[in-house]
């Protein structure tokens, strides 16, 4: 099967499911049940929603920005003003935006929150998703945001390689390069800081090395580096596109578990939240609820490999679950 046909057999698979829900729903004996089963998929506007202006932000990369657009679109569905502000930069910048009232909400990691705004150490990162977000809600209360129930897919940094390189080398896990310490890393520049990323590398893994070899990138270049050859290890992410249609790169075993797993939660000031109404987190819930981790890869493939714009790679996830 060819790369295309792989990724885009998901959304097809989708349509499909949404067909086979309609056409279900209308041969159902009890055509009240089924009326309200079809109808139930799909985001109806709220005129009371007009009057109400949102902005949804993102952080700097494919899959926060496709997620963003996501949120956005399905919110303006619900009848809100929406606007945007995407690829805005780090955690810390797009938190940032949130609390001086710069944006109403945007996509956050569980385990980047923990780790980056409430000082949790990777180990003490809950593995459940809900367990999780419980844990950072009162830190996220005492800022005067609300977060909102996590996706079904999980994200996570990893350490990655070229296939080949890996298979030379004999290693599988992160553990394997501490005989491994001349090899060149490169990372987004907050990688440094991060115990999720060098940080945690040099802390739990003892990769001290790692930091004289360390070269800052712009993320989107995290593949290219290692195609070209100019690093022998890149900060991947576990939802790469090119992880779900190629097998030429290698993920290291995170063998300390250092690298903690998170779902996404929708982030929003408590402000924003309570004027948007009940319809706000009905709606972050619904357009979110079919993101698994491989249709998410897809997505991320869509823009990525396909070169389409990820305002088109939201609208055709929101069309084939028929919620627009």
Request: with cysteine; proline share 4%.
């Amino acid at each position: 099967m060819s790369t295309n046909a792989r990724y885009k057999g998901l959304f097809a698979l989708l349509a499909a499911l949404v067909l086979a829900l309609a056409i279900a729903a209308c041969g159902d004996d009890d055509e009240s049940d089924s009326t309200a089963d079809t109808s139930a998929t799909a985001i109806e506007e709220n005129p009371d929603n007009n009057a109400v202006s949102l902005t949804v932000g993102s952080k700097n990369f494919t899959e926060q920005i496709v997620l963003g657009e996501i949120y956005a679109q399905g919110l303006e569905a619900a009848g809100y003003d929406v606007s945007t502000d995407l690829n805005l930069g780090d955690e810390f910048v797009a938190l940032k935006a949130l609390e001086s009232g710069d944006i109403s909400g945007y996509p956050e990691y569980t385990s980047t929150a923990l780790t980056s705004f409430f000082d949790t150490a990777p180990e003490d990162v809950p593995g459940d998703p809900q367990e999780a977000l419980d844990q950072a809600q009162p830190d996220f209360e005492a800022k005067g945001l609300i977060a909102y129930p996590p996706t079904p897919f999980s994200s996570a940094n990893a350490v990655g390689l070229l296939t080949k390189t890996a298979e030379e080398l004999g290693i599988s896990s992160i553990s394997d390069l501490e005989e491994h310490q001349d090899l060149t890393l490169y990372g987004s520049p907050e990688c440094r800081q991060r115990i999720d990323c060098l940080a945690g590398l040099e802390e739990y893994y003892g990769l001290t090395g790692l930091r004289e070899n360390f070269t800052p990138i712009d993320i989107a270049l995290r593949y290219e580096v290692l195609d070209k050859k100019d690093a022998d290890l890149s900060i991947l992410f576990t939802t790469d596109a090119q992880l779900f249609v190629s097998e030429d790169y290698t993920i290291l075993e995170d063998d300390q578990g250092v690298l903690p797993a998170g779902n996404v939660t929708f982030v929003a000031s408590q402000e924003a939240a309570d004027e948007a109404g009940a319809d706000f987190g009905e709606t972050i819930e619904k357009v979110q609820s079919n993101l698994t981790l491989e249709v998410m890869q897809e997505l991320n493939a869509r823009v990525d490999i396909d070169k389409q714009e990820p305002t088109d790679v939201a609208a055709e996830f929101l069309q084939a679950n028929g919620l627009i």
